[in-house]
């Protein structure tokens, strides 16, 4: 089986830095995403890595190391816009696509 | 435009009476996945399809079975709903395992 593991909730200030957690268990893994799920919306890509190391997309960077089944996501100068769940999701050898347990995040003033 | 369409957005059906969900998608794309959300959680893989491949996940009930005559479309068959299985019901396409997954805006079912 998979597993995928995040914090449930986070809480971050407006402007500021935050870093979502991901740490999975799978097999024939081939690559982690991040997703963002505004409430009644559907799930958006917000980046991708396969290799390890540090993958930035604009305000939004990803991190993965494969030795650690670790990832995360880093969000930079949050936006009040960025207050939404953030999933983060495994894909495998056998085009399985599996999403974490999903973390709140919410921006404050 | 959108590029992976599902219908229809609000759907209600009664007690243990046969729905059908539907998913289209315009990339052409190999692979297409069903998943299904209860609030507050995370999207879980009923099945996917790897183009007529079908690949069903060890813990989706008998109850939903799924049908993609093409590669635009497909189709999530719940043949006797129950109160648990209301849910949104969200369709997806990838190119491939180390793609990006587009989602459709999901139909939301309720049960009555």
């Known amino acids: 089986g998979q597993s995928l593991e995040q914090p449930s909730e986070v809480t971050a200030v407006e402007g500021a830095i935050v870093q979502i957690n991901c740490t999975y268990q799978?097999?024939?893994?081939?690559?982690l995403s991040w997703y963002q799920q505004h409430d009644g919306g559907a799930p958006t890509f917000l980046s991708y890595?396969?290799?390890?190391g540090l993958e930035e997309t604009g305000r939004f960077s990803s991190f993965l190391s494969r030795s650690d089944s670790y990832g995360y996501l880093l969000l930079q100068e949050l936006q009040m816009k960025d207050s939404a769940s953030y999933f983060c999701?495994?894909?495998?050898?056998?085009?399985?696509?599996?999403f974490g347990t999903g973390t709140s995040l919410t921006v404050i003033p | 435009d959108a590029m992976v369409i599902q219908n229809p957005r609000y759907q209600v059906t009664q007690f243990g009476k046969p729905v059908t969900l539907s998913c289209s998608q315009t990339?052409?794309?190999?692979?297409m996945y069903w998943y299904q959300q209860k609030s507050s959680q995370a999207p879980k893989l009923l099945f996917h399809?790897?183009?007529?491949?079908?690949?069903n996940e060890a813990d989706t009930p008998d109850n939903f079975q799924s049908r993609r005559p093409n590669t635009s479309f497909c189709f999530l068959d719940i043949r006797s709903p129950g109160l648990g299985d209301a849910a949104m019901y969200l369709c997806a396409t990838t190119g491939g395992r180390n793609t990006e997954a587009f989602f459709g805006q999901g139909t939301r079912l309720t049960v009555v």
């Open positions: 890595n396969a290799l390890d």
């Open positions: 399809y790897y183009d007529k491949d079908f690949n």
């Open positions: 990339l052409n794309h190999n692979v």
């Open positions: 999701a495994i894909s495998n050898t056998g085009n399985q696509f599996y």
């Open positions: 799978t097999s024939g893994f081939y690559g």
